[in-house]
């Protein structure tokens, strides 16, 4: 009776936590729901987001138009660009070919960019880090490139070593995000492996994860037709309409830095990110040790700690663990992933709206169940 008794009560016990668990999945959900309803309503979150913990999708949703022309509407399947998300990807096609002892992270920039030896002092790794001290091309190519032509990577490199600007730093003394240095590391990219930058992902990242909606778009430079892609908008308050920011003067820089790859043009989807999530869990594209150079923070040379690892931005917080982020921005799109690495939950956002915004502090708050006074 007493053995009865027990395994009564050890039943019990079970029950009651799966009837816990079970209830604050649905209370999650109910506040998700109506964060992400009432932002949708007042045209503030246009998008697909997908939250997973230890792999499982816990809360999927689409909201909003993925053509304003045709109306179709975003679906769980909708392939969107990335803007800086992109880094990531740079960053690891870089580790690949460091594993393949194709380069050493610390060689000099102008070992493989000879074009650029007024650079001498400059790493692969300062590049990853942010360190390097280059300053942003976009407002240099904004003063000097004939934009009615679509510039590459290629042309970056050129202006750079005509113009020679001087750096901001002197490398790994500072920290300072650079769009610079990821359209320099694709390059790099391309040199060592003899691929296009756009195949060298394919071969070596999207086609073994089987990210199947995953690939390089420049869709000015080499425009082609895609199922189900999510065109970026800008909404116009006078016109009160929402336009592709082609078709708006202060965003053309969409067209005539088409051609650029590395620090963006990755496009995919949020069903693909989490293939992608999963495989940075394992050695499926590279080792336990790299993945430990990825996710962690450059030391300056003075000792302190950068704010950045190989694509990813990596917080020790209090609240919530051990956090790699990064966000994206460009006309029309906004994107976010988030990893915690202690807790293994996943968030992952992606919108194609420029009027929206990114709520990812209560996103967060909701999945951790932290109430905010």
């Known amino acids: 009776m007493k ?6 009560k050890v039943q019990f016990v079970i029950l009651f936590l799966i009837i816990a668990n079970v209830s604050f999945a649905q209370s999650s959900i109910y506040k998700l729901d109506k964060l992400l309803d009432s932002l949708f309503l007042l045209q503030k979150f246009n998008g697909n987001i997908l939250i997973a913990e230890k792999g499982d999708i816990v809360y999927q949703r689409s909201y909003g138009i993925a053509n304003e022309i045709t109306k179709e509407k975003l679906t769980q399947e909708s392939i969107f660009e990335l803007a800086s998300c992109s880094k990531q990807f740079t ?3 870089i580790i690949i070919l460091k594993e393949k002892g194709k380069l050493n ?3 000099k920039i102008s070992k493989y ?3 650029l030896s007024e650079y001498k002092e400059i790493s692969i790794k300062n590049l990853l880090h942010h360190t390097g001290g280059l300053p942003d091309y976009m407002p240099i190519m904004d003063t000097v490139w004939d934009k009615s032509k679509i510039a590459t990577n290629i042309d970056i490199i050129n202006i750079f ?6 750096v901001l730093f002197e490398p790994n003394s500072k920290h300072e995000y650079s769009n610079t240095g990821y359209a320099l590391l694709a390059t790099i990219i391309e040199r060592v492996s003899g691929q296009t930058y756009a195949d060298f992902l394919k071969e070596h990242i999207f086609k073994p994860l089987k990210m199947k909606n995953s690939f390089v778009y420049n869709r000015r430079f080499s425009p082609k037709k895609i199922k189900n892609y999510a065109f970026g908008y800008l909404f116009i308050k006078s016109q009160n309409k929402y336009i592709l920011p082609d078709d708006y003067e202060k965003t053309k820089m969409v067209y005539w830095l088409d051609g650029v790859v590395g620090d963006g043009t990755v496009n995919s989807n949020v069903i693909d990110l989490l293939k992608w999530d999963r495989a940075l869990y394992s050695t499926k594209l590279v080792s336990t040790e790299s993945l430990q150079d990825i996710f962690t923070n450059g030391k300056l040379n003075d000792g302190s700690i950068g704010k950045h690892g190989f694509g990813w931005r990596i917080l020790d917080t209090k609240e919530f663990g051990r956090i790699a982020k990064h966000s994206g921005g460009w006309p029309g799109y906004m994107t976010y992933i988030e990893r915690n690495m202690d807790t293994d939950k996943t968030i992952i956002i992606l919108q194609n709206h420029n009027n929206v915004i990114m709520p990812t ?8 169940s ?3 006074k």
């Open 105 to 107: 992270l610390d060689d």
């Open 370 to 372: 932290i109430e905010k």
């Open 3 to 8: 053995k009865l008794f027990n395994n009564l």
């Open 113 to 115: 960019l000879p074009e």
């Open 361 to 368: 502090d209560e996103i967060r708050d909701i999945l951790y």
């Open 161 to 166: 070593s005509k113009h020679k600007p001087k």
């Open 91 to 93: 960053a690891m096609g």
